[in-house]
Structures are given as structure tokens and as C-alpha cells.
């Protein structure tokens, strides 16, 4: 007797043999099959979550800061940025293809936008030489003359020279102001570029290369500004 697959009944005319023994084996095996088939196809259609990335965990140990006589606390105001830079999508350029074009890493991202990043890093960074108030502090609020310091995040992008050949590239401009209740004094405007190679022509090798390029620029301004009187 043979059996139709599609029918609960064996074909007329094919009385001689019993497949309704063979049949929840039959069964059994199909749906072993189906069930893994389904199961490879959740695998394959899952998707890749982006990794996510930012500057580090920054110091392991609150400290105090080493303070001089002659430094003055300091307002930090929020970083301010582009709508390019408005997203927590790691970007580069192909600076030998068309490097006006920022693209973003598919599977890469930010854990929060770069100006955040780049804010927490410098009151980190400031935070070792003097006392850094929050724009919203009570106390900056209350103080009659202090050292605002603003800045803008200008470029923060991955930029290849070469298809194997990259570097971390940030720039800031600074502006320090001496704010009073008789008015703003501006100190001075700076603008600071860095770049650091990246060790990989990937995303994991431009956010470490933005780090240090991050790490460098506001060393840079930290300097510039213990000049400033």
C-alpha cells in the first residue's frame, strides 16, 4: 500500500500492507522538522543590536581638587553642537572619496550624543585644577563674578585618509567669559584641533582614536586656560 501524505487515507486498490502504524512516527519526524526550520530562521532574521560605546569609566576614585590660591571656580555651560552632531551615531568621513560627507557606522553607536561625552570628559578633566559649577548650580547662580567657559563641538568623526589609514579628529572652540552683575567681559576665544590615529580601520579603532583626540584637545584647553587672567 502507499500512502498520500495529504489524505488520512491510504490510496484504493492497495489493500496489502498497514502504514497506520508508521503514521504518528511520520507525524513526529515532520514536526521535528518544521520546528527546526522555524528555529534557524528566528536565528537568521534576529537582529544586531549596534554596540554601544562612550569615552571610558573615566577616573576609579573621587579626589578633591588640587585648587590654587589664584583659581577661581568655573562655570561650565553645556556644550553646544551641529545637527550633524546631534545623534549618537559614530560618524567618519572618506576624506580621500568626498570628505564633506559624514557617514555613520551601521552597527556602532554612541551611548548618549558626543557634546554630553565630551562635556562630562571636560569637567573630569577641569574638575583636577579647580572647582567646576553646572550652569544651573546655586552657587554659580549667586556668585557675582565668575569664569563661564563656553563650547562648541565642531567636528567628531572618524576620518580615513586611506582605505586602511584613519585618524580621530575633534575640534572645539572655547570662549572664556568673565561674568559679573555689571556685565560680561569676554577673556578669550579659542579654537583646538587634535588627532590621534586610529589603530583599527573600524568603529572600535576610531572610538578610541576620538578618545585620545578628545583627552588631547582639553589638555590643550586646560593650558590655555590657567593663562587666561
Not at 588640587?66 to 561650565?76: G, H, K
Amino acid at each position: 500500500m502507499s500512502f498520500d501524505a495529504g489524505s488520512s487515507r491510504p490510496r484504493a486498490g492497495a489493500a496489502t500492507r498497514r502504514p497506520a502504524r508508521h503514521l504518528p512516527l511520520r507525524q513526529g519526524l515532520l514536526a521535528l522538522v518544521l520546528a527546526l526550520g522555524l528555529s534557524a530562521c528566528s536565528v537568521i532574521d534576529k537582529p544586531v543590536r549596534p554596540a554601544v560605546y562612550d569615552f571610558g569609566p573615566g577616573p576609579l576614585a573621587a579626589a578633591a581638587p588640587a585648587v590654587r590660591p589664584d583659581t577661581a571656580a568655573l562655570t561650565l555651560a553645556d556644550v553646544d553642537a551641529g545637527a550633524a552632531l546631534d545623534s549618537t551615531a559614530v560618524l567618519y568621513r572618506l576624506g580621500y572619496a568626498n570628505g564633506q560627507q559624514l557617514l555613520p557606522y551601521a552597527q556602532a553607536r554612541w551611548s548618549t550624543v558626543p557634546a554630553q561625552l565630551v562635556r562630562q570628559r571636560l569637567r573630569d578633566r577641569l574638575g583636577q585644577q579647580r572647582t567646576v559649577l553646572g550652569p544651573d548650580d546655586v552657587n554659580a547662580a549667586a556668585s557675582q563674578s565668575r569664569l563661564v567657559l563656553r563650547v562648541e563641538l565642531e567636528e567628531f568623526s572618524q576620518l580615513f585618509s586611506a582605505p586602511g589609514q584613519s585618524a580621530g579628529l575633534v575640534r572645539l572652540r572655547a570662549t572664556a567669559i568673565q561674568a559679573a552683575a555689571t556685565g560680561d567681559r569676554l577673556l578669550g576665544q579659542r579654537v583646538l584641533v587634535a588627532q590621534r590615529p586610529a589603530a583599527t580601520a573600524d568603529a572600535p579603532g576610531g572610538v578610541r582614536a576620538l578618545t585620545e583626540a578628545t583627552d588631547a584637545a582639553i589638555d590643550e584647553l586646560a593650558q590655555w586656560l590657567t593663562q587666561l587672567r
